[in-house]
Each structure stands twice: as C-alpha cells, then as structure tokens.
C-alpha cells in the first residue's frame, strides 16, 4: 500500500481499493482533493476563527479571500500534476458509457472543494460576527442609542419638520417645473395647516414617484387629488444601519422617536442614562475614522455633529457597521457567492475536462483561437461602435461555427487540429450558450423600451429567474452533451489517425 | 501442448537453465487459469530470485526443485486455454507518402496470426516506423486497407484498445512503476484481487520485482523498456507493435526479452501477434517467422516468399587470413568475395555454407566469426 503523508489508514485503502477497481475514479484523485480541502479547511476555519475575535473590527475578509485562493490555486496546480499521471482515455483503456460523465463530476467536485474553501474566511467571519452579537440585540441598542442621545441632547435637537409640496401629473415633462400656485385646502384633509387659500411652491412628480414618497414620508397631507405636502422629520438617528432587515424589532426612524420621546418630553435621569451610554459605547466602538470622517467632524457645527462627536457615536456607528456586515454577509449576499463559485468551479472544470480529452497542441491552441476571437471581436465593436448585443450575435455565430466544426469530426477519417479546436470550443462555450440568448434577448427588448417605451416587453419581464433558468438550462445542456454527443466526437477525433 | 512445454521445462531444470526453467513455469501456470497455481509460481520464482540474489550460481536445494516438479505437475492437469491459431491483422497493399517532406512508403502486404512474430528490419530512416505506425492505426493510410479480423467495424479507439504499440522513445510515465501497472490492469478490465495477481505476476515474469516502488529517474533505460512491456502485456493486446524495443536492452535482455514474447504471444492466457523493427538483424531473425525488409520504402524482400527468390548461398566469416589466402582457397569455384572492413561475405550458387566452412577448415584458415546468411536479410545490407 501507498503511504501518503497526512492520509489516514481508510483512504490509503481506499486509493488503493480505487487503484485496483476504479482506474478513472482514482486517477481523478477527487477523494484526496476532497479530504486535504476539507483538512485545509478545517485548519482555515480555527485560525479565522481566533483572528475573527472582534466582529467590530474592519473587515479583512478580501486579503483573507485572496491569501486562501493562492493557497487553493497552488493546491490545484499540485492536482493537476497528479491528474495528469493518469489518464484511462488518452490510454485507450476500456472507456464504458457513463465514463465522461463520471469524469466531470469528479472534476467539478475537485475543483469545487478548491474554490468553496476560498469562502470559509468569510463563513468564520459571519459565523463569528453572529455568535458575538443577536440580531434584536443590535437594533434595540441602536434604538437605545438614539433614544437616549435625544433625551441627553433635547435642548439641542431641532422640533419643526420640513415640508416639501409636490403635484402629481401622469407624464413628466422634459423641463424641470418649479411654479407656484394657490389652492384652496379642504378642512378634512388638513392635519396642520388652518383651512382656506394657501400658496405652495410645488413641483411636478408622476404617480410612480408618489408611490415611492408616500411609503417613505414621515408625514402628508394631501390638499387635493393631485397636490402633496410632504413633511419631513428632523433626524434624530445618530446612529444608523441597516440591521433590521431580519429581526422582528424594527429600527426606530426619526418620527417615531419624535412621537416617542421628542413631541412629549420628560426630563430623564441623565446619570443612568450616561452610564447606560457609556456601556453601549464599550460595547460597540471601534474607531475607524477616516480622513472623511475627520474632517466631518471637525468641519461640521450642526446638531447631528455636536452630539455624535459628545458621544463618540461615530466610533459606535462603525463598530456596528462592521458587525451588521459580517452578520447578514451571507444572508444578503449567498447567491452571489454560489454564482462566483459555479462560474470559478465550472471554468476550471471545463478547461480541465477539455485539456483531458484533447492533445497538448490542441487545448493551447484552442484557448490561442479564444483570445484571438475575443480581440478580433473587440476591435470591430470598437471600429464600428458596435451595441452589447452585437457581441452577443458574434459569440452565438462562433458558436454555430465551432458547432459545424465538431460535427465534422463524424465524417473525417485523420484528426485535425482545426477541428479538435471546434471541438473544444463547442464544448467550452455550450454552458453559456442559454445566458447569452437571454441576454440578447433583454438587449433587443430594452432597445424597443428606449424606442418605443414598450414596458409590458420589457420592465414587467422577471430577467432575474429568465437568467437563473438560463444557468441552469446551459449546466443541464452540458451534461447531456458531454454523455452523448461531447464524448463521442472527442473518441472519434482523439483516436483517429494523423495525417 | 501443455505436456510438451512441461517436458521442456523439466528439461530446462534437469541442466540447470533455472532462468528459463521460472520464466516458463510462470507462463504455463498463467496458461492453466488457476489463480493458486499462479501464486504458487510468482512465490517460487520470488524463491528463486531471493536464492539467485543472495548467491549466483549456486546450486539450488532440492525443495526448490521439487515445488517446480509439483507446479508443473499442477500445471498439465487443467485442459482450459489452448491455444488458437488465427489470424489478427491483414493489410492489403497500404502505402503513405507524408504531406510534408519526400519520403513514402510504397505499397505493402502484411498478415500476422496469433503466435506470430513479424520482423521489420531495413536501415533508419527507410520507412519501418512508418509501416508499424500505419498498422497501428495512427497515421492515415492513402492506400490500401488494414483488416483487424477480431474486430466487427471498429472505430479508431477500438483499434487502439486493440493494439499497443511501443515507440522507440517511451513515453516517461509518473508515479512508482507498481501503480502505474496496477492501472494498466485496471483500464483493460482486470479488477480487485486479480489485478493483485497479475501485476505481481508482471513483474515476476519481467523480472521487476525489485524495481516495483522506483519512478522513472530511478531506473535505467533498459528496465524502462522492460517496464513499458510489462505495462503493455496487462493491457492484453491482441497485437503488439514495437518500434525498436532491442535498441536499449543489452546482449543478454535483448534474446530473453524477445524470447519471452514469443512465449507469450504463444500462450493460451492473451494469444498475441507481434510485429517489431530492429537492428538487431540475427535475434530479429530468430525469432521471427516473417522478416520484411524495406528499402526506401520498398520492401525489397519478405523471408516467407524466399522460395524461388534466393539463388545463391551467401555465408559471412571473420579472419585474420589474408584475401589472397582465400581467394586461392576458392580459386577453382565461382565465388563471389566482398568485405566491408569487418566481414568477409563469400557468395556463391554452387557451393552450401556447410561445403564453404568445410573447405575453410580443410584450409586451414582461422575463423573466428561464421554465419551462413543465405536466407538472411543481412546480405541486402
């Protein structure tokens, strides 16, 4: 038996068992990569967890992610030059029907382990940021905070709201309005203004515009069908973020503390407060401040400014910050981390899988003919100020052409470079194929909005599940070509004669 | 078939050929198909080695020779595997003229049958590697046409599932030698304990066992060739192509190497063609039951078609006599004398080998070097 440094006793049978009974299974080596990744993991995920001690602290999550990424990449190079050992294909060995499925999978698998471990960094750092801090903690220290800065600072806090006066019209004109007119107000729907013939500046919005107003105004009223007096709240959030996007708590805004606590001031008890202050303080600050934060609080005279720099709420609002990003991280954003890892995983399993069933000569030549086409097709875009769905219509047209090319391996008896090259490229570009028609699609249909504001074709359209659909129609288009069509042109053109 | 080859062995051990005596035992164990019989027999050739290792030359204890009495006596029993003669490969006529450069190969037929050994033989450069490439399927023909007879419509990859060829220059492989024959098996369908047992049994018959855990940089050029037909032979091909497979062996590994083949190929367990170019002009021709020789491309000659073509006797001989002695010695026949610096090379179509070495030895004349190259490919070089 093998004895490989780190692996324990079960793997080295198992390799060997693989060696004996699955040739293409072993030379794979999916099962080491997945076990050394997940040991590299593991140890990745205890130093980040030390070193993510203070979820309050900037994050240095980028420099991790690029650190772990080199470490996987050399890991992959180390793989590649095992896989390239071995090779059941390239050795005309018995290749059975589901082979270059099989062989695939082990690939997306292998490298799949390489590039998730890029993303333990950033697991440890929510993991840590949400075993350190609640979620309803947070918000309700925030509005703890706010609360308690407008009872300490009352004095300084303006009281009168701001209102903004607007008139709604279907369709907006191409210049700005800025007229002033004179109606009369309806005593029902005066909330604070005395009834009869008041002028207002207004100016014009559209029915979608009110919409957004009218959800976000701390105050209206109405004068009339088509006229708003929007008022808004001083702010009394000195501190602020985003963290009550998944908690049943909610923030407090501005006009809810004014009702709160502002409209009907008591005179609170200052020294708890302060030390109540204080602890929230310890428990949050982190002093961040940059050079714009500096000079903000240097420059600044106004209210807002006074009490956070009394309070050192700046140093409070990073460290929260801080923590809210790491909290929500990957609630927020795991959908774009799975599309980085399938694209980086999908990439490098197509490269692999190509260079695998194809020649030397032939897998560098193939990726020399992308680059030239991409170069080729940038420069006529550039030349003749050509639109995204040009280059979309070019790449849908290469792709015909590398269809034709790998087709005609059927009927060739000598292997030729220039086909191998369709070959690789047909199959290289097949999983995309679906997102570009998509894309060129929305193009054209975004073009006809801008031309002939067509909306029903175009904004009431949900892109995002027709891309989503797309991902997943080209991911199952792959696999069904690499079982049927891909691997039977790639054993025809490999072992065919040369000329 | 069994039995004969068994009396043979018995031979072999009775005058002390232990060498060939394991080599042969190992193949007709591997012939009965009993898996103990062939664990048995790597464990006594191991024996053999060990004893060979430790002291060469020694006489061996009689136990050792009574567990080859009792293998072989095991080995007869079973009436499984006998060997077939049929045919593998025909090419009618192929030729290939390379798009780049001058040279073709002119047309060409070639049949080879399980058993067989086909020797390719011409200088470098004259289109050997050409025709065994054209036969293994990896150039294009522009004429003619190759039938594998074991074969209904094969794709290319059938072809070459079918047939291993062994470049003059080996690939390097990597990993330890013992893996790499471990998937070797494994690729041609030999799974779990027997892929144990044909391995160790490779590199017992090959006499690699003390190499099995070195990589290529830690073996010579020569246990490399070794390597790559033991590797090849797991992979059971039904017709085995080497380009030059003697160029790195020595004296002794090139006869055994070219022996052991021809066992092979012979045996019941992956009854095989074989079809080889070399320099080695007498150990090709010993072996081999068709000597082609090709010319630019030509093959000037086929030593299964000399009938009617030879009509002179051709002998070749070293001496240190001066050629007037000889000429004086054959004055009254009609010879023909040449000499290339090394050689004499009488040719003559009244007097036989027998007669020319006869009248040498009546003359006195010190020989140090004869061979009778009538019908060897030899005499067109």
Redesign the interface.
């Known amino acids: 038996m ?1 004895k490989r440094l780190l692996v324990p006793r079960f793997l080295q049978e198992l390799d060997d068992k693989l ?5 293409g299974t ?2 794979a080596r999916t099962h080491l990569v997945v076990y050394f990744t997940v040991l590299f993991a593991l140890l990745t995920a205890a130093f980040c967890y030390f070193v993510f001690f203070d979820a309050k602290q900037d994050s240095s999550i980028i420099s991790w992610n690029v650190f772990v990424g080199l470490i996987a990449f050399i890991g992959f190079v180390f793989w590649l030059i095992f896989l ?3 090779n ?1 294909f390239k ?5 059975f029907a589901m082979d270059s499925l099989k062989d695939f999978a082990l690939y997306f698998i292998a490298i799949g382990a390489m590039t998730g471990v890029c993303f333990v960094p950033s697991a440890v750092e929510t993991y840590r940021a949400n075993q350190q801090f609640g979620n309803e903690e947070i918000v309700n220290d925030i509005n703890e905070l706010n609360v308690s800065a407008c009872k300490l600072e009352y004095g300084l806090l303006p009281l009168t709201w701001t209102p903004d006066t607007f008139r709604v019209v279907p369709k907006l004109p191409n210049r700005p309005v800025n007229e002033e007119t004179t109606v009369v107000v309806a005593t029902d729907t005066v909330l604070s203004e005395e009834p009869g013939h008041i002028s207002y500046k207004y100016e014009l919005i559209d029915t979608a515009e009110l919409r957004v107003k009218i959800m976000n105004a701390d105050s209206l009223l109405k004068l009339n069908d088509t006229m708003y007096v929007f008022y808004d709240c001083p702010d009394y959030t000195f501190v602020s973020a985003r963290a009550d996007e998944y908690t049943t708590t909610k923030l407090l805004y501005s006009a809810d503390i004014y009702y709160s606590t502002i409209k009907n001031y008591r005179q609170p008890d200052k020294a708890a407060l302060l030390k109540r202050m204080e602890a929230l303080k310890i428990k949050y600050a982190f002093d961040s401040r940059n050079y714009y934060g500096d000079y903000y609080d240097n420059n600044n005279s106004s209210y807002t400014s006074r009490i956070i720099k009394k309070y050192d709420l700046s140093g409070i609002n990073s460290g929260i910050d801080n923590v809210v990003m790491k909290k929500y991280d990957w609630v927020k954003n795991w959908n774009d981390y799975l599309r980085v890892f399938y694209y980086i995983t999908l990439l490098f399993t197509l490269l692999v899988f190509i260079f695998r069933h194809s020649t030397v000569k032939t897998f560098f030549l193939s990726v020399l003919t992308g680059v030239l086409l991409s170069i080729i097709t940038a420069l006529i875009m550039a030349v003749s100020d050509g639109s995204g769905s040009s280059i979309l219509s070019f790449m849908i047209f290469y792709y015909a052409v590398f269809i034709v090319l790998a087709l005609s391996i059927l009927g060739v ?2 292997r030729k470079a220039v086909q191998g090259i369709g070959l690789n490229l047909f199959v290289f570009m097949t999983p995309f194929i679906p997102w570009i028609f998509v894309q060129l699609n929305r193009s054209m249909k975004e073009r006809r909005y801008y031309e002939e504001e067509d909306m029903l074709l175009y904004k009431t359209v949900n892109w995002s599940l027709y891309f989503l659909l797309a991902e997943i129609a080209g991911a199952l288009i792959l696999l069904i070509l690499v079982h049927t069509l891909f691997k039977k042109l790639y ?2 053109w ?6 | 078939m069994h039995k004969s080859v068994a009396a043979e062995i018995s031979s072999y051990l009775k005058h002390g050929d232990y060498s060939v005596a394991v080599r042969r035992v190992l193949d007709l164990c591997l012939d009965s198909g009993v898996d103990d019989l062939i664990k048995k027999a790597i464990n006594w050739s191991r024996e053999y080695h060990a004893y060979e290792k430790a002291d060469p030359g020694k006489t061996l204890p009689r136990n050792f020779i009574d567990t080859a009495e009792n293998l072989l006596a095991e080995a007869t029993k079973p009436e499984t595997g006998t060997w077939q003669n049929y045919q593998l490969v025909s090419a009618e006529k192929i030729s290939k003229t390379y798009s780049k450069g001058n040279f073709s190969l002119k047309p060409i037929s070639i049949s080879i049958n399980t058993g067989n050994v086909l020797g390719i033989v011409g200088e470098n450069g004259n289109g050997k590697t050409t025709l065994l490439r054209c036969v293994a399927g990896q150039l294009a023909l522009d004429n003619g046409e190759i039938k594998y007879h074991l074969l209904k419509d094969p794709d290319s990859y059938a072809i070459k599932n079918h047939i291993a060829f062994i470049p003059q220059r080996i690939p390097k492989w990597y990993g330890m030698l013992k893996d790499n024959l471990h998937f070797s098996a494994a690729i041609a369908g030999i799974y779990g304990d027997k892929n144990n047992l044909m391995v160790d049994f490779m590199l017992e018959r090959l006499n690699l066992s003390s190499y099995a855990h070195l990589t290529w940089n830690q073996i010579s050029s020569g246990y490399r060739t070794r390597f790559e037909i033991a590797r090849i032979l797991l992979q059971k091909p039904r017709l085995l192509i080497l380009d030059e497979p003697l160029a790195n062996l020595d004296i002794n590994a090139q006869q055994t190497i070219l022996t052991d083949l021809i066992f092979m190929a012979k045996g019941s367990h992956n009854p095989m063609g074989i079809m080889l170019s070399s320099q080695q002009l007498h150990e090709v021709e010993k072996v081999a039951n068709t000597v082609i020789f090709i010319r630019q491309g030509d093959c000037l000659y086929k030593s299964n078609d000399k009938e009617g073509k030879i009509t002179s006797n051709a002998v070749e001989f070293e001496t240190t006599a001066a050629r007037e002695t000889i000429i004086d010695l054959f004055g009254e026949d009609n010879i023909e004398l040449q000499f290339n610096g090394g050689f004499y090379t009488i040719i003559s179509s009244q007097l036989s080998a027998q007669q020319i070495i006869g009248r040498m030895i009546e003359g006195q004349v010190p020989v140090t070097y004869f061979r009778d190259i009538t019908y060897s490919t030899k005499r067109f070089f």
């Open positions: 093998n060696l004996r009974n699955k040739p072993w030379a390239l050992r071995f059941v050795r005309y060995g018995n290749w008896r000598v054993r025809r490999y072992s065919a004669p040369e000329e």
